[in-house]
C-alpha cells in the first residue's frame, strides 16, 4: 500500500526538488530508483515497502512520521 506518495511529491516540492534530482539523492543512499518509478510513487500506483519509507525520510532529510502527516 502506498499512503505517502502525495506527501512525498509536497516535500520534494517545498524543497525545490525535481524529480529527477530526489531520485538521484535515493540513489546516493544505494537505492537504485528511477524518476519514473518515483513518479509512481507519488501518484500512488507502486506501492512502498518499509524500508523505502525510511530511505525517502532520508533522501528528503526528514522525520519519518512527517511522511505521514
Excluded: H
Amino acid at each position: 500500500m502506498n499512503t505517502i506518495g502525495p506527501r512525498i511529491k509536497e516535500l520534494r516540492e517545498a524543497q525545490g526538488l525535481t524529480q529527477e534530482e530526489l531520485a538521484a539523492r535515493c540513489n546516493l543512499l544505494k537505492w537504485d530508483i528511477s524518476r519514473g518509478t518515483l513518479a509512481k510513487v507519488e501518484a500512488q500506483v507502486r506501492r512502498v515497502t518499509d524500508d523505502e519509507v525510511e530511505l525517502f525520510a532520508q533522501a528528503l532529510k526528514v522525520e519519518i512520521k512527517e511522511l505521514y502527516s
